[in-house]
């Protein structure tokens, strides 16, 4: 949420002019964009073999790469923004 209070002061709004809604989380309805049809979402399962081998593929690690390199890029520039912001003010407006 972090995020969002971000936005807020950058953009000098209030809390009521954001509104967020909470996207494809499973036991919703997607869109309706694929298939111009609405699919229940179902809770997604990840087996103690299939966590071992993201943990330990090689394929994974390289499909993943750039993925996280982006997040950790992103990361460190909403961390930069929050310390030009003020951390303080932005954990006081998060909580």
């Known amino acids: 949420h972090e995020s969002l209070i971000i936005l807020k002061l950058l953009y ?3 809390l009521r002019d954001i509104l967020y809604t909470s ?3 499973s036991g919703g309805y997607d869109d309706g964009e694929y298939r111009e049809t609405c699919s229940f979402i179902q809770k997604s399962v990840v087996t103690p073999q299939m966590k071992s ?3 330990t593929s090689t394929a994974w ?3 993943m790469e750039a993925d996280i390199l982006l ?3 992103i990361l460190k520039n909403l961390d930069m923004t929050i310390d030009a912001l003020g951390r303080e003010e932005v954990e006081r407006q998060v909580l």
């Open 61 to 63: 690690s390289n499909y």
């Open 53 to 55: 081998w993201f943990q």
């Open 23 to 25: 996207a494809k989380k």
């Open 71 to 73: 997040y950790r890029v």
């Open 12 to 14: 000098n709004l209030e």
